[in-house]
């Protein structure tokens, strides 16, 4: 069975600070996509950074970079310079139908 | 940038009523999803839908759900008979491949 485990329910970082989100998952396939999204309190699902797992170079985006270990099946997301606006519900997700993790709730402090 | 927009943003219906929840894909994406989330747990799988038909679907999507695309442009998903329990949000989703979905921005609907 698939699955998707985030370990951290909730989380806090200081405003300009950088935090790190994990995510494990488990699966048989070798070839898959990886993602998290953001949900903030509107409750809407922002895209914030995708990963193939045929690709060996971590993904980034701006502000928002993953340290992807595929022998390990570990995708975590790391923020840096962390601004209020980042405070959200943070979801990884792996594969073509989405199996979703049970959510990392972010705060940033001002 | 595109969207998948999503009507209506909430939704109040009695138990045992139908319920229709509408979405309009971006106009160049093959594949459509729906999802739900109960309050405050994680976002759940509900079916897939491509090439005009149900390509996967999960434990939760039974005989009392439905999905239709009836003109090529709105993706529904219909409840028969709601129970309290179908009370959640409901997220539409497309993608042209598996290149990162774009969600909708749900509907929320509330069965009492």
């Known amino acids: 069975a698939q699955t998707v485990t985030q370990s951290q329910p909730e989380m806090s970082v200081q405003e300009a600070e950088t935090v790190t989100l994990s995510c494990t998952y488990d699966?048989?396939?070798?070839?898959?996509?990886l993602f998290w999204y953001k949900q903030p309190p509107s409750r809407q699902m922002i895209l914030v950074i995708r990963?193939?797992?045929?690709?060996?170079q971590n993904a980034t985006e701006n502000r928002f970079s993953v340290n992807f270990q595929k022998a390990a099946k570990s995708f975590s997301l790391k923020i840096s310079d962390s601004q209020l606006g980042d405070t959200a519900m943070y979801f990884c997700?792996?594969?073509?139908?989405?199996?979703f993790g049970t959510g990392t709730s972010l705060t940033v402090i001002p | 940038e595109p969207e998948v927009t999503q009507t209506p943003s909430h939704q109040v219906t009695q138990m045992g009523q139908e319920v229709i929840l509408r979405c309009v894909p971006i106009?160049?994406?093959?594949?459509f999803y729906w999802y739900r989330q109960i309050l405050g747990q994680k976002v759940e799988f509900l079916v897939s839908?491509?090439?005009?038909?149900?390509?996967?679907k999960s434990e939760i999507f039974d005989d009392q759900f439905s999905v239709e695309r009836p003109d090529g442009s709105n993706f529904t998903l219909k409840i028969r008979s709601t129970k309290l329990e179908d009370s959640a949000m409901y997220f539409c989703?497309?993608?042209?491949?598996?290149?990162?979905?774009?969600f909708g921005s749900g509907t929320r609907l509330t069965v009492v």
């Open positions: 997700a792996w594969g073509n139908q989405f199996y």
């Open positions: 699966t048989s396939e070798n070839n898959y996509y």
């Open positions: 990963q193939e797992a045929y690709k060996q």
């Open positions: 106009s160049n994406h093959l594949y």
């Open positions: 839908f491509y090439n005009n038909e149900i390509s996967e």
């Open positions: 989703a497309s993608t042209r491949s598996n290149y990162g979905y774009t």
